[in-house]
């Protein structure tokens, strides 16, 4: 990706003003991460990443459940893979509700 058209790691840390950069730490060590727009009406999760090796111990739900509760009042969207059947499950299970979209389904909280 170009670094000039897209919100590379570097762009996101140097807004401070419009992202939320959440971290899962356990002892001492980042599990994973997610970033948020936190400045619209209708904030978009840009990233949710988990290692490997801590994939599936709760860490990706913590870090959507922290978001969202941060971003009260406002909405939250995230673009999903219409085929991506466990990120769809994990996005209903914090209370997202999906709509469906051509290639992908977006999904909102309210």
């Known amino acids: 990706h170009s670094t000039d058209t897209y919100w590379t790691a570097e762009r996101i840390l140097a807004a401070q003003d419009k992202f939320r950069v959440l971290l899962a730490i356990k002892d001492g060590q980042i599990k994973g991460y997610l970033d948020v727009q936190c400045c619209y009406d209708i904030n978009e999760i840009y990233a949710l990443f988990v290692k490997p090796e801590a994939a599936k111990q709760g860490y990706e739900l913590a870090l959507l459940v922290k978001a969202v509760e941060l971003n ?8 999903v893979d219409v085929d991506a059947k466990e990120e769809i499950e994990l996005y209903t299970s914090a209370g997202f509700n999906r709509m469906e979209g051509q290639n992908s389904i977006t999904a909102y909280i309210r």
């Not at 009260?72 to 673009?79: L, Y």
């Open 72 to 79: 009260r009042p406002n909405q939250m969207m995230v673009v």
